[in-house]
């Protein structure tokens, strides 16, 4: 079955220590995006990637680091996590960004 | 910039009562207009996609159309499965895709 797969779904963690969440598509899809979702700000994209070794800031990527060594995987990565990194967490995947995306189930992240 | 615009944010229909949820955007370049549905705690489901203006596509119960500065989401006779928020999406030269903030429909049996 195609889909895109994200790990934790559900992750509570304390101010300052660092977390990585897991993204993983089996479509073969080159271009992949972590977004955050948010009430009243809607879905915005932290950052993208093309294709292997390629990354891209998105519309807000403060606070987050992403890496794309495999094409299938791309891991969103929180450093120093703050509380108002307090969000609900999408990976998506799309063969081209011309193309529709495939979102995650999503991660509800808590940081306090 | 790149912007989407959904209204109205809340939609109230009677189950059979049609109605259409628009999508206003400016793009530098459009590459592609999408239609999602989220339910709830749920990740965006791909519905459509629309290339230029003129351009239409259907499924079930919905249709979705383009002009160059919007687009509507018709919904003909809903059913209460059809309650979900929709999002609009663009995407333009610079890669990235500009989501609206979406229309929360709730369908009353």
């Known amino acids: 079955e195609a889909q895109v797969t994200q790990n934790p779904r559900y992750l509570i963690t304390v101010t300052g220590k660092k977390l990585t969440v897991t993204c993983s598509q089996n479509?073969?899809?080159?271009?992949m995006s972590w977004y955050r979702q948010d009430p009243g700000l809607g879905l915005r994209q932290i950052y993208y990637?093309?294709?292997?070794?390629?990354?891209d800031k998105g519309d807000v990527p403060e606070g987050y680091k992403v890496s794309r060594k495999e094409k299938r995987n791309f891991p969103l990565i929180l450093e120093s996590p703050s509380p108002n990194q307090t969000s609900l967490y999408f990976c998506a995947s799309t063969a081209d960004r011309g193309n529709e995306q495939y979102f995650g189930p999503g991660t509800r992240l808590t940081v306090t | 910039e790149d912007q989407v615009t959904q209204s109205p944010e809340a939609l109230r229909l009677q189950e059979g009562e049609s109605s259409s949820l628009n999508c206003s955007y400016t793009?530098?370049?459009?590459?592609?207009l999408f239609w999602y549905r989220q339910d709830p705690g749920k990740g965006p489901e791909f519905l459509f996609t629309l290339y230029s203006a003129g351009e239409e596509k259907e499924k079930e119960r919905l249709k979705a159309t383009l002009t160059k500065k919007e687009s509507f989401l018709h919904i003909t006779a809903p059913k209460p499965e059809d309650s979900a928020t929709y999002l609009c999406?663009?995407?333009?030269?610079?890669?990235?895709?500009?989501f609206g903030q979406g229309t929360t429909l709730q369908v009353k049996p």
């Open positions: 990637s093309m294709n292997v070794e390629v990354t």
């Open positions: 793009v530098s370049g459009l590459r592609g």
């Open positions: 479509m073969n899809h080159e271009y």
């Open positions: 999406a663009v995407g333009g030269n610079t890669g990235k895709l500009i």
